[in-house]
């Protein structure tokens, strides 16, 4: 490593080319495709933000959904979570009685604390959690309050939770957590599933709806994010694909004027190559010496190249790719500079000292 910083140094401009081309590799692929990946990601990301994953049945009265399909739904592959609601009964701040309506559901699911609700709680099957649309509604600033209905139900609100994506359309957001084993056939007007993966949602809703066990199949709707998921396979496969192919151009082009440089520059050192095979260096040593070198030469221009072409995407606004890309970046920009050394370095290992330390 010492003898490989040393020589880097001896050798200021071709190092300082070396940096540079690696450094402009780095660099354009990060202006062209690095930024093609990063607006890929926030499209993907907006689409995901619209629930790609999410299947939504709905159940008119009588269609005879209950709550006990969730057991059955656990035993589905696929599913990442499932929530079921039953019909929204209007109620009101209890201080206020002539104030604002507001839906609130009964709620079951096994991961309610994705939504903020605890997992254990002081009153089991009767209390209320609010979203903060709701909460503003019912005139509760505090986050606690009481409610009631015009049928004589009354709720405590212990709290605030958060409203997903898949759950916007609920809003605004009351529910009443209960228990799976408590009201197992209470019916259900919302039935919520999130699959996995965006190419899941049709074969999970398929498989959901086997084993809803309805009364009565025309009372109930499906709706699920098949297209939006199909969207964004299409515009992840049209920009990833473009990318790729300049990735492999640019890498490409710069590994061949890498090695050019390099194999000029052990013609140049040729007797130096040759002096240190006569003195009993291997060939494994200069090999070694010389991709030591590129190493570190290649290491030095993707941080400056990468530094820079982030600096310019913040500057002008564009997304950046995620740590992920920057990473498989860099070690690729090193694994193509060491690539690139590694024809030049087995030629200068196979120098004659006989004939490079010939007096003419």
Excluded: H
């Excluded at 540079?20 to 780095?26: K, P, S, T």
């Amino acid at each position: 490593m010492r003898e490989s910083l040393a020589t880097a140094r001896a050798q200021p401009v071709a190092s300082l080319v070396s940096v540079i081309m690696v450094a402009g590799m780095c660099a354009t692929v990060l202006l062209t495709t690095g930024r093609t990946v990063g607006a890929e990601q926030s499209v993907v990301g907006s689409i995901d933000s619209a629930g790609t994953r999410s299947i939504v049945i709905r159940a008119d009265p009588g269609a005879g959904l209950t709550a006990g399909v969730l057991d059955r739904i656990a035993n589905l592959e696929g599913v990442e979570w499932a929530g079921a609601f039953g019909g929204a009964l209007d109620v009101t701040n209890a201080l206020v009685p002539d104030g604002t309506k507001v839906p609130v559901r009964l709620a079951w699911s096994s991961g309610l604390s994705e939504l903020g609700v605890p997992a254990k709680q002081v009153i089991v099957n009767d209390t209320a959690w609010a979203s903060p649309i709701a909460l503003e509604q019912l005139g509760m600033p505090d986050k606690i309050g009481g409610l009631t209905s015009s049928a004589g139900a009354s709720y405590a609100v212990a709290g605030e939770i958060r409203t997903p994506d898949y759950l916007a359309m609920l809003e605004p957001l009351v529910i009443v957590p209960q228990t799976r084993d408590t009201n197992a056939d209470q019916t259900v007007s919302v039935l919520v599933v999130i699959a996995n993966r965006p190419d899941l949602v049709a074969p999970v809703a398929q498989a959901v709806q086997s084993v809803l066990a309805v009364d009565d199949p025309t009372k109930v709707k499906i709706t699920t994010s098949e297209e939006l998921a199909t969207l964004r396979a299409l515009v992840q496969g049209q920009l990833g694909s473009f990318g790729r192919n300049l990735v492999i151009v640019v890498f490409a082009l710069t590994a061949v004027l890498v090695a050019a440089i390099l194999y000029g520059l052990v013609m140049l050192r040729r007797k130096d190559f040759g002096r240190r095979r006569a003195l009993g260096a291997s060939r494994g040593l200069i090999i070694a010496l010389l991709l030591v070198q590129m190493a570190v030469l290649s290491i030095v221009g993707t941080a400056v190249g990468t530094g820079l072409a982030i600096a310019s995407l913040r500057l002008t606004g564009d997304p950046l790719p995620g740590p992920a890309f920057l990473s498989a970046l860099a070690v690729l920009a090193v694994a193509v500079g060491l690539l690139a050394a590694l024809v030049p370095a087995i030629a200068a290992s196979r120098r004659d000292p006989l004939k490079e330390l010939r007096v003419p």
